[in-house]
């Protein structure tokens, strides 16, 4: 508001008629989409330690109530009680991060518009600016991990060159970072598939989502996404937590449901355009209602065939990846995590801007004791 008033002038601000209200929204759609690029060049930067990682905090809270909830006791209870048990300790464990996550940026925003109508100096109110988007950026950052998939996608191909020895068993070994399933029987094209699965399917639950929920809900909405995707895969998947686990996993199925498919469209746009009934074929063929959207987009995006042995085989007809498809892979991600982030910026600017009912904007009023300033 300061800027434009400064730049405009007072005169200039009436002349235009610009409210106060639409002020306000453009200077928190800057600060938002600062704040995302922000974010976006300290993935690049690559994940802090574990000790320093707000996610490996949560799930380390998430293993400990997971011990109490799907240990030796939970088989003697009813399937219902499972179920309730493990919705409240979902909402246990989700709750306290994403409120704090909505008291802080609330805090934040009313902080920067109160010192804005404060009348501050140009100077500080740049110095504002750029030091709340940097803040926000710090927050944002740890919901978001494009670059460490990346890597170790890409560690995994070169443990597989011919060039090392025992390139199947490190290849191997470098897949079990990513991946959940036993990687000890599998050949070096299945270590290569998994890899690219992981590779499109976590393009997904690490990239393109939770920039969904911060363009839709804020930095709330990022962390909420994050805990219940975490959740969804330390508690939703095994069978022994098929009770227990029900919430978690349901959760994240509804939570990424629009994501998946909105991955599948930016990893391979002509696909969707083209062979929709193929994709949707492809997708059909995993348990999960998602994944199969990014990995059946890839599969086709690049015509190999990708298979989890004893579960699922996308594209079929094709033959199994070759090192060169995972530098292709990697590239069309990349372009894939490019233009999700371009989409989230344009998002955050126009909702926040428009206030439309239902969207982090909308919480944003005025700060308890501020006055907003009638132009003169």
Not at 111 to 118: D, E, I, P, S, T
Not at 321 to 331: C, E, F, K, N
Request: charged content about 15%.
């Amino acid at each position: 508001m300061l800027l434009l008033s400064w730049l405009l002038g007072e005169q200039g601000l009436t002349h235009l008629r610009l409210g106060l209200g639409f002020l306000d929204g453009l200077l928190l759609g800057v600060v938002a989409a600062l704040a995302l690029l922000l974010a976006w060049a300290l993935d690049a930067l690559g994940e802090p330690p574990n000790r320093w990682h707000p996610v490996a905090w949560f799930g380390h809270a998430a293993a400990g109530v997971g011990r109490r909830l799907h240990g030796d006791r939970a088989t003697v209870r009813s399937p219902i009680r499972q179920r309730l048990l493990g919705a409240l300790a979902w909402w246990a464990l989700v709750l306290p991060p994403t409120l704090l996550a909505a008291a802080l940026q609330i805090g934040l925003m009313q902080a920067l518009l109160g010192a804005a109508r404060n009348g501050v100096s140009p100077a500080a109110a740049l110095a504002w600016m750029a030091g709340t988007a940097l803040v926000l950026a710090l927050l944002i950052k740890p919901t978001l991990a494009w670059r460490s998939l990346r890597d170790h996608v890409q560690q995994v191909e070169t443990a597989l060159a011919p060039s090392q020895d025992d390139s199947l068993s490190q290849g191997r070994q470098a897949l079990a970072h990513i991946v959940s399933r036993d990687v000890t029987q599998l050949d070096a094209p299945q270590v290569r598939a998994s890899a690219l699965q992981s590779l499109s399917e976590n393009l997904n639950d690490a990239w393109v989502a939770p920039l969904l929920w911060l363009a839709l809900l804020g930095l709330p909405g990022a962390v909420l996404y994050r805990c219940a995707n975490t959740l969804d895969a330390m508690w939703g998947y095994r069978d022994h937590r098929l009770h227990s686990g029900a919430w978690a996993a349901r959760s994240d199925d509804v939570l990424s449901w629009l994501p998946a498919r909105l991955t599948a469209v930016l990893i391979a746009p002509r696909i969707v355009l083209r062979r929709w009934p193929a994709l949707r074929r492809e997708a059909d063929r995993t348990p999960s209602p998602n994944g199969g959207w990014p990995m059946g987009a890839l599969a086709l995006a690049l015509d190999v065939r990708l298979e989890k042995p004893g579960s699922y085989t996308l594209n079929p007809e094709a033959a199994p990846p070759q090192p060169a498809d995972t530098a292709r892979a990697i590239a069309r991600c990349q372009r894939a995590a490019q233009a999700a982030a371009a989409l989230a910026l344009a998002a955050q600017i126009v909702l926040v801007v428009s206030g439309l009912p239902g969207t982090v904007s909308t919480v944003f009023q005025t700060p308890p004791g501020v006055e907003q300033a009638a132009p003169r």
